[in-house]
């Protein structure tokens, strides 16, 4: 009798976020939150912009979308100088 495969996901076994439909569920309401959030923008200003490009349609938006790409590029450079060889702990014993 062998134990069950964690990474099946083809029987009931399946947790609710692993089964594919739910999966693009989740994506398809994350998408329309999103679109949702930057409509309603239309109906929003901001009083006290600091500069002039904080008026910019759907602004926070595309700064936190530009913000997180660039945050993850930079942790992929980092990882080049920070990380170790694959077989850093099992070298000279």
Not at 31 to 50: K, M
Request: with cysteine.
């Amino acid at each position: 009798m062998s134990a069950p495969d964690p990474h099946d996901t083809s029987g009931d076994s399946a947790s609710w976020f692993e089964r594919p439909s739910n999966v693009r569920k989740l994506i398809m309401g994350l998408v329309v939150a999103c679109v949702l959030l930057a409509a309603a923008d239309f109906f929003y200003t901001n009083p006290h912009p600091h500069f002039a490009i904080e008026s910019s349609f759907a602004f926070q938006a595309w700064f936190g979308f530009v913000t997180f790409v660039v945050i993850v590029f930079l942790g992929r450079l980092l990882r080049l100088f920070v990380s170790r060889p694959e077989d850093y702990y099992d070298g000279d014993r």
